[in-house]
Antibody, heavy 117, light 108 residues
Framework: QVQLVQSGAEVKKPGASVKVSCKAS????????IHWVRQAPGQGLEWMGR????????NYAQKFQGRVTMTRDTSISTAYMELSRLRSDDTAVFYC??????????WGQGTLVSVSS | DIQMTQSPSSLSASVGDRVTITCRAS??????LAWYQQQPGKAPKLLLY???RLASGVPSRFSGSGSGTDYTLTIRSLQPEDFATYYC??????????FGQGTKVEIK
């Protein structure tokens, strides 16, 4: 069955970077786009960008341009999202989602990133 | 940038009620709209895509309709497990996904 399993919670200081992983199984990793979505505490869903695991191409939301980097390791079917220059308002749960039929048909369980001095 | 506006932001309902949530886009979407359900502490779950097509395994009490800029999610007979927050999302302007602000369905 299709699964996206994300890395565990992180605590970071302001100005640091965080790299979240998303390991795919149960389907062809390079056959589907991966999106990253952020959810601040008590808030809604915010799209960060889309990643093509086959070509490595990226499309980032303007809000995160210059701070976000999406990559992959096809040998282990894992996508990564790195966010740099963290601020306290980056505290959120980060989700990866597979784009199937244009929408997010499978989602990771989420990774909580807490930013605090 | 496209804006997605859901209404209401929250509602109270009883088990067995019919519930309707509306999503309005600032531009026409040509039915490129999805609905998600999110339980507290869980990832979003896809309910419908292409405005009205049920995702795999989703109960038939969920339905979607609409066209152009206006879309609706209906839950025919609310069940205890349906109390959650619901989000609409456009994917017409791919690769960008834009979500509504969410509608929280609470127990009356």
């Amino acid at each position: 069955q299709v699964q996206l399993v994300q890395s565990g919670a992180e605590v970071k200081k302001p100005g640091a970077s965080v790299k979240v992983s998303c390991k795919a199984s149960g389907y062809s990793f390079t056959g589907y786009y991966i999106h990253w979505v952020r959810q601040a505490p008590g808030q809604g869903l915010e799209w960060m960008g889309r990643f093509n695991p086959n070509s490595g191409d990226t499309n980032y939301a303007q809000k995160f341009q210059g701070r976000v980097t999406m990559t992959r390791d096809t040998s282990i079917s894992t996508a990564y999202m790195e966010l740099s220059r963290l601020r306290s308002d980056d505290t959120a749960v980060f989700y990866c989602a597979r784009e199937g039929g244009d929408a997010g048909d499978y989602w990771g369980q989420g990774t909580l990133v807490s930013v605090s001095s | 940038d496209i804006q997605m506006t859901q209404s209401p932001s929250s509602l109270s309902a009883s088990v067995g009620d019919r519930v309707t949530i509306t999503c309005r886009a600032s531009q026409a979407l040509s039915n490129s709209l999805a609905w998600y359900q999110q339980q507290p502490g869980k990832a979003p779950k896809l309910l419908l895509y292409a405005a009205s097509r049920l995702a795999s395994g989703v109960p038939s009490r969920f339905s979607g309709s609409g066209s152009g800029t206006d879309y609706t999610l209906t839950i025919r007979s609310l069940q205890p497990e349906d109390f959650a927050t619901y989000y609409c999302q456009q994917y017409y302007f791919t690769p960008t996904w834009t979500f509504g602000q969410g509608t929280k369905v609470e127990i009356k």
